[in-house]
Structures are given as C-alpha cells and as structure tokens.
C-alpha cells in the first residue's frame, strides 16, 4: 500500500519561503512521475511542479517554486520562495506510475497516489 503524507505547510507573510515535504511510503515507481497540485478557493486543483522527463512548473509559480526528489528518503520537496498571497491554497503530492507529459501531466486524474493535503496561506 502506497502512503503519501504532506508537511511543512503554514501561515507566512507575502515574500516568505515554505518548503513542504512528501514522505512516500510503499512500493511506487522511481520511473514516474511526482508531482504537487494545488486547490485554492474558487478554484479546481492545478497542477503546480512535477518531476517527469525533466521538471515542469505552473508559469505563475515560475523562477519562484523548485520541485526536488530525495530517492534516499523516499521524498518529494516542493520550495517555495517569495510567496504571494494567491499561492494559499492545500497543497497535495501526488504520484504516477507511469512518465508523463504535456495534458496528461498536468491532469489530476492521471496521477495514482496522493496525500491528503497541507494548507499553505499567505497574507497580504
């Protein structure tokens, strides 16, 4: 059984920095994809940064988020620098199996595992 469980979330003001953790536990493959979505309010969950082929970024989280995979740990990190207030939302890791790309990266659905969420708010 494959468990995926967020940290690191909280309330920083606008220009601070999160870095969340996903520990992945279970059998998965190293050889898909890992990737974290967002849900803000008003909104459907988006895809923010994924590590397939290469890595791929939301354009609104561009220059300012790093996804990074920590095989040792078993661990997917999400960095995230100068934060604004329209990044609040509950932050989800999420796995596929399989390599994605393009549409199918960036869909929920394609995904196999997810975590249950950490909120991240950012004030003004």
């Known amino acids: 059984q494959v468990q995926l469980v967020e940290s690191g979330g909280g309330l920083v003001q606008a220009g601070g920095s999160l870095r969340l953790s996903c520990k992945v536990s279970?059998?998965?493959?190293?050889?898909?994809?890992q990737g974290w979505f967002r849900k803000a309010p008003e909104k459907e969950r988006e895809i923010v940064a994924a590590?397939?082929?290469?890595?791929y970024y939301t354009d609104s989280v561009k220059g300012r988020f790093t996804i990074s995979r920590d095989n040792a740990q078993n661990t997917v990190l999400l960095q995230m620098n100068n934060l604004e207030p329209e990044d609040t939302a509950i932050y989800y890791c999420?796995?596929?199996?399989?390599?994605?790309?393009?549409?199918?990266?960036?869909?929920?659905?394609?995904?196999?595992?997810w975590g249950q969420g950490t909120q991240v708010t950012v004030s003004s």
């Open positions: 999420a796995v596929s199996r399989t390599k994605l790309t393009g549409t199918l990266l960036m869909t929920p659905r394609s995904y196999d595992f």
């Open positions: 279970g059998r998965t493959s190293k050889n898909g994809t």
């Open positions: 590590i397939s082929w290469s890595e």
